[in-house]
């Protein structure tokens, strides 16, 4: 990086439709960039990417402070109620290499509901969608995020007594990605204090590949 008093962490989320992702990128940038709102079809219906400003007192290197920026790439639902399957996987395909081609992803953030069972069927069309974009190496890349939290807790169900009732198809799913996950209420803007935690513990899962990115290819058509 030219700024070594800096650092810039590359995210994507991915997921279905409703499951929050846009809120989500919304919340991880501390802004409104994406639109997000309730809908009977998919909102999302091209790739866009956020960028945050500096962030300050969130990571020390070497016993420095570094200003943190967040770059998330917003993506179509996967499957989409207006394009196909294969729309969706070429546009975010070209738009990871396109954004990220050369400095690298560092973390693809799967974006599921904690107040709604994950079906076998489900779990494994994300995760072959996942194969397709990011390759072999997908599960050190891979971080699962659960959103609407606050509605599993309202149900009784919170933190880690919440994955001992959780099917065994997302358990199978999180000890895939190593357990990589967070629990994200996003219904409402994170507070400064909750979005630090949130970038500590996404900035830990990169730290197990040494801070290094994922490379894309750019495509020659």
């Excluded at 309730?38 to 790739?47: F, R």
């Excluded at 396109?98 to 599921?112: I, M, Q, R, S, Y």
């Excluded at 995020?145 to 169900?157: I, M, R, S, V, W």
Aim: hydrophobic fraction near 35%.
């Amino acid at each position: 990086m030219a700024d070594t008093s800096e650092m810039t962490i590359n995210l994507v989320v991915l997921g279905k439709t409703q499951t929050g992702k846009s809120a989500a990128g919304n919340s991880l940038l501390g802004s409104s960039d994406f639109e997000s709102h309730g809908s009977p079809c998919s909102v999302t219906t091209c790739c866009s990417l956020g960028r945050s400003c500096r962030i300050l007192g969130v990571i020390r290197r070497n016993g420095c402070e570094l200003a943190l920026r967040v770059q998330v790439l917003d993506t179509p639902s996967y499957p989409h109620s207006g394009l196909s399957k294969e729309q969706v996987r070429d546009m975010v395909r070209s738009a990871l290499a396109h954004h990220f081609g050369e400095e690298g992803l560092h973390l693809a953030l799967l974006v599921l509901r904690a107040d709604l069972p994950l079906c076998p069927d489900e779990s494994d069309e994300a995760v072959q969608f996942i194969q397709e974009l990011l390759g072999p190496t997908w599960k050190d890349f891979t971080a699962v995020l659960l959103t609407h939290a606050d509605k599993a807790e309202e149900a009784g169900c919170s933190g880690e007594a919440y994955l001992h009732s959780a099917s065994s198809t997302l358990l199978s799913l999180l000890s895939s990605v190593q357990h990589k996950y967070i629990f994200l209420d996003n219904q409402k803007g994170l507070i400064k204090e909750e979005r630090t935690i949130v970038l500590k513990k996404l900035l830990n899962f990169i730290r197990q590949n040494n801070y290094q990115g994922l490379l894309f290819k750019h495509s020659k058509e």
